[in-house]
C-alpha cells in the first residue's frame, strides 16, 4: 500500500519561500508511470493543482502559479519537493501531495499539511 | 473562481439518489472523457471514487456512477447512506500544458 507524507514548516514570512517535502513508502517513487503532484486546499474552498514532477525530472506547472513554482525529486530518498517563493497571505492553505497518472486521476494522497503565511 | 462550475450544495434522504453536475468547456470536459470525482470528508483527504469519467477504483461501492454528455460531467450516488454526507470534487485533464482542473467542490447534505 503507498502513503505519502508530507513535511516541513507550518509557518512561513509573507515574501520569502514555503518549502515542502513528500516522502513515499510502500513503493518506489521510480516505479510505474505515475506522475507526482503538489495540490492545495485554502480553508473553506476548493482544491488547486499546483504542480507536478515524473521520476525523469520532467516538470509541469499551474500556469497561475508558474512564475513561483518549483517541484524536484530525490528518487534516492523517495522523495520530492515543493518550492513556492514570494509567498502571501493567499497561499496560505492545507498542501497535499499526491500520485496520478498520465492524464489526471490522483488516486493516493498525504494526509496534508497546514501551511500559514503570517508575521 | 474554479475552471470547472459544480453546485455549491445538494441533498438527499437516506435511500434516494442524487446527482452532482460539473460543468466545463469544449477545453476540458468536453474534449476528454478523463473526469475523476473525489469524496473529502472534514479534515480528511480526499478520496478518488471515480476515474476516466466511470470508471470506480477498487473498494469503492457500486451505489458511485459517473458519466458524460458534451460539457458536463455527472456523478450519481445512488441509495444513500448518512456516511456519504462529505464535499465532492470532480477534476478533469484539460490538456499536456493545464493538465487538470477541479470543480469548487459540492457539500452533500443527507436529510
Known amino acids: 500500500q503507498v502513503q505519502l507524507q508530507e513535511s516541513g514548516p507550518g509557518l512561513v514570512k509573507p515574501s520569502q519561500t514555503l518549502s515542502l517535502t513528500c516522502t513515499v513508502s510502500g513503493g518506489s517513487i521510480s516505479s510505474g508511470s505515475y506522475y507526482w503532484s503538489w495540490i492545495r486546499q485554502p480553508a473553506g474552498k476548493g482544491l488547486e493543482w499546483i504542480g507536478r514532477i515524473y521520476t525523469s525530472g520532467s516538470t509541469n506547472y499551474n500556469p497561475s502559479l508558474k512564475s513561483r513554482v518549483t517541484i524536484s525529486v530525490d528518487t534516492s530518498k523517495n522523495q520530492f519537493s515543493l518550492k513556492l517563493s514570494s509567498v502571501t497571505a493567499a497561499d496560505t492553505a492545507v498542501y497535499y501531495c499526491?500520485?496520478?497518472?498520465?492524464?489526471?486521476?490522483?488516486?493516493?494522497w498525504g494526509q496534508g499539511t497546514l501551511v500559514t503565511v503570517s508575521s | 473562481q474554479s475552471a470547472l462550475t459544480q453546485p455549491a450544495s445538494v441533498s438527499g434522504s437516506p435511500g434516494q439518489s442524487i446527482t452532482i453536475s460539473c460543468t466545463g468547456t469544449?477545453?476540458?470536459?468536453?474534449?476528454?472523457?478523463?473526469v475523476s470525482w473525489y469524496q473529502q470528508h472534514p479534515g480528511k483527504a480526499p478520496k478518488l471514487m471515480i476515474y476516466?469519467?466511470?470508471k470506480r477504483p477498487s473498494g469503492v461501492s457500486n451505489r458511485f456512477s459517473g458519466s458524460k454528455s458534451g460539457n458536463t460531467a455527472s456523478l450519481t450516488i445512488s441509495g444513500l447512506q448518512a456516511e456519504d454526507e462529505a464535499d465532492y470534487y470532480c477534476c478533469s485533464y484539460a490538456g499536456s500544458s493545464t493538465y487538470v482542473v477541479f470543480g469548487g467542490g459540492t457539500k452533500l447534505t443527507v436529510l
Open positions: 469544449s477545453s476540458d470536459v468536453g474534449s476528454y472523457n478523463l
Open positions: 499526491a500520485r496520478g497518472g498520465l492524464e489526471g486521476d490522483f488516486d493516493y
Open positions: 476516466e469519467g466511470s
